[in-house]
């Protein structure tokens, strides 16, 4: 019997914690990298492949209705060749892509990507921090697995903002419908977990950077209601 299975393209921390969360989702995991030093991984069995490969095997073994692919890998012009690659030979398959800025975005769209996740260097560790709470697990399986327009975005604190100067722990997210804050973004770039116990207590400042997950109208909603010009 084939099985359902996620078909992960590259190796890295997006790469990791997907499979960490499909296999909650009784999917089985095939990993796969197009790096050579990625062969000697003692932990996990990777395979290797190249992008002028054609997909005859994985056909033998998967069940393509069923299964998803996600392209993963560290350069967009690799994951665009991959989509289209993948697009023309399984024609049912779903495929997750992720792209570093939105133009990328539409070429993956283009190339035939069912859904494409925008994110820029500066939130590199995003799906690696929403994986931390719970109520941050369902909206990253409504991103994965679930038809949606869901965002996510940077916005960015200024000196007129109606939330500067306030204690992070001070404010009520839940006012703000539709919008889950995830991380705090310094201007240093380093980021921050929103709920970890250093910065519940960070006094938002002019050039704090607050990243969250949400619908597009709702995000716009939010960026007026805290007053940000970004």
Same mark, same amino acid.
């Given at each position: 019997?084939?099985?359902?299975?996620?078909?992960?393209?590259?190796?890295?921390?997006?790469?990791?914690?997907?499979?960490?969360?499909?296999?909650?989702?009784?999917?089985?995991?095939?990993?796969?990298?197009?790096?050579?030093?990625?062969?000697?991984?003692?932990?996990?069995?990777?395979?290797?492949?190249?992008?002028?490969?054609?997909?005859?095997?994985?056909?033998?073994?998967?069940?393509?209705?069923?299964?998803?692919?996600?392209?993963?890998?560290?350069?967009?012009?690799?994951?665009?060749?991959?989509?289209?690659?993948?697009?023309?030979?399984?024609?049912?398959?779903?495929?997750?892509?992720?792209? &570093? /800025? =939105?133009?990328?975005? #539409?070429? $993956?769209?283009?190339?035939?990507?069912? @859904?494409?996740?925008? %994110?820029?260097?500066?939130?590199?560790?995003?799906?690696?921090?929403?994986?931390?709470?719970?109520? &941050? /697990? =369902?909206?990253?399986? #409504?991103? $994965?697995?679930?038809?949606?327009?869901? @965002?996510?975005?940077? %916005?960015?604190?200024?000196?007129?903002?109606?939330?500067?100067?306030?204690?992070?722990?001070?404010?009520?997210?839940?006012?703000?419908?539709?919008?889950?804050?995830?991380?705090?973004?310094?201007?240093?770039?380093?980021?921050?977990?929103?709920?970890?116990?250093?910065?519940?207590?960070?006094?938002?400042?002019?050039?704090?950077?607050?990243?969250?997950?949400?619908?597009?109208?709702?995000?716009?909603?939010?960026?007026?209601?805290?007053?940000?010009?970004?």
């Amino acid at each position: 019997m084939k099985n359902k299975t996620a078909l992960i393209f590259g190796f890295n921390k997006y790469a990791l914690e997907i499979a960490h969360h499909v296999k909650d989702n009784a999917y089985a995991v095939k990993l796969f990298s197009n790096l050579d030093k990625d062969m000697d991984e003692d932990e996990y069995e990777i395979e290797n492949f190249d992008l002028s490969d054609d997909w005859n095997s994985l056909e033998e073994n998967i069940d393509v209705e069923k299964s998803i692919a996600f392209c993963v890998l560290g350069d967009d012009a690799q994951n665009v060749f991959l989509t289209i690659s993948l697009r023309a030979f399984f024609k049912d398959l779903t495929i997750i892509a992720i792209a &570093s /800025n =939105k133009e990328n975005a #539409s070429k $993956l769209s283009l190339a035939g990507a069912n @859904k494409v996740i925008p %994110i820029v260097e500066t939130t590199a560790d995003i799906i690696t921090n929403i994986l931390e709470l719970p109520i &941050s /697990n =369902k909206v990253l399986h #409504s991103i $994965l697995f679930e038809e949606n327009d869901l @965002k996510i975005a940077q %916005i960015k604190i200024c000196e007129n903002s109606n939330i500067k100067d306030e204690e992070i722990l001070d404010i009520d997210w839940s006012r703000y419908k539709g919008i889950i804050v995830l991380s705090l973004m310094h201007e240093d770039m380093s980021s921050e977990f929103i709920y970890s116990s250093k910065v519940r207590h960070h006094i938002l400042q002019d050039g704090d950077t607050l990243v969250v997950v949400g619908y597009e109208n709702d995000i716009v909603e939010f960026k007026k209601l805290i007053g940000s010009e970004s």
